[in-house]
């Protein structure tokens, strides 16, 4: 006769796998848009401020925006700790594939069970491919994330089982976004590393440290990988600010420097395509649609393209875009949020640019 335990652990279990596969079945509905019937069980991010849900909440750093106006358009207007007035790329990103609407941060200490099944965020603003980009802010590293996606495997594993946990690892989509601060700031501001580096032998460590994660993350089961480049950072409002001179034009060193990246990675993406034939490698061009909203802006229904919404929209980042700053009402119009990440209408546009052609490249 089963003890009261045994009954009880059954139940769990039970409810669990009904859990799963009802989400399975809603997932396999809304994603009927996909390559050969393909189902998504899950998505995973990993990267910086762009696709942060709000797993800086939970560290110590002063790179958080877990504070108004931040989230002002998000669901019920509240602060989640996303960089924007409301959803980020991570978020809309497993809407595409069918997955959910809202991608949760990992370290959310009230995430529960379903939103592991079906993805979560390993982001953390600040990030980048240089380990001293997030040791500078003292955020979650790329190492860092990978360490909690091995966490992340165990606690599914212990959940569902084994074999469930193979299936949600191996048939899921795993988005990569980072970079940008890694020249925005970094170079550009730590004299450290400009000693060391000139642009082409930093974007060859940049690069190399790329590889180097793409590696193993693949070694820890993920398949359908697709890796963002660096967009125009030298067109965000901060730098323009910085350091583009009384007019304010786009930096064209940080945009070199960028693009000069950006060849590196696509190349690397086909490399490691034909190293592991049973893996998808999908470059993610992110450059060249960004440049294109920002100099044909009235063709995607946008004003303002280099100031952000909040304050002055110069300078205007993190804390330094608080409760007692202004913002516009006419965010739709707005290229820019804050001085440095896009608004969540910017996001949609670019994601769709930027991912629509691409999604069947990950089956």
């Known amino acids: 006769m089963k003890s009261l335990f045994q009954m009880l652990l059954s139940l769990r279990l039970q409810i669990i796998y009904f859990c799963y596969f009802i989400a399975i079945i809603l997932q396999h509905v809304s994603s009927k848009s996909l390559p050969n019937n393909e189902t998504v069980p899950a998505v995973f991010v990993f990267g910086d401020s762009i696709v942060d849900p709000g ?20 669901d019920g207007g509240i602060p989640t700790g996303r960089f924007s007035n409301g959803l980020v790329p991570s978020d809309i990103i497993a809407e595409k594939f069918g997955v959910k609407k809202v991608l949760p941060a990992y370290l959310d200490p009230n995430i529960q069970l379903q939103d592991l099944l079906t993805g979560v965020s390993f982001a953390s603003g600040g990030a980048g491919y240089d380990p001293l980009t997030s040791q500078i802010m003292f955020v979650k590293s790329l190492s860092d994330q990978l360490d909690m996606f091995k966490e992340y495997k165990k606690k599914v594993e212990e959940a569902v089982g084994e074999k469930k946990r193979e299936e949600i690892v191996s048939k899921s989509i795993y988005i990569v976004c980072i970079g940008s601060d890694d020249i925005a700031n970094t170079y550009a501001q730590t004299p450290f590393r400009r000693i060391q580096y000139d642009i082409p032998s930093y974007t060859d460590f940049l690069l190399s440290e790329a590889s180097k994660f793409l590696q193993e993350l693949y070694g820890l089961g993920g398949r359908r990988i697709g890796v963002f480049s660096i967009p125009a950072i030298g067109c965000v409002p901060s730098q323009r600010t910085i350091n583009g001179g009384k007019h304010r034009e786009c930096l064209n060193s940080s945009n070199q420097a960028a693009q000069l990246f950006n060849s590196k990675l696509f190349f690397k993406m086909k490399a490691l395509g034909k190293e592991h034939s049973d893996a998808r490698f999908v470059y993610l061009d992110s450059y060249n649609p960004f440049v294109d909203i920002i100099q044909n802006a009235s063709k995607y229904g946008f004003n303002e393209i280099d100031k952000g919404c909040c304050g002055t929209g110069d300078i205007e980042v993190g804390i330094l875009c608080n409760p007692l700053m202004n913002t516009c009402s006419n965010r739709s119009d707005y290229v820019f949020w804050d001085s440095y990440h896009p608004t969540e209408k910017t996001y949609y546009v670019l994601s769709s640019l930027v991912l629509d052609n691409k999604i069947k490249d990950f089956f």
């Open 55 to 74: 797993n800086n909440n939970y560290i110590n750093t002063i790179v958080k925006c877990n504070f108004p106006p931040y989230g002002r358009d998000f």
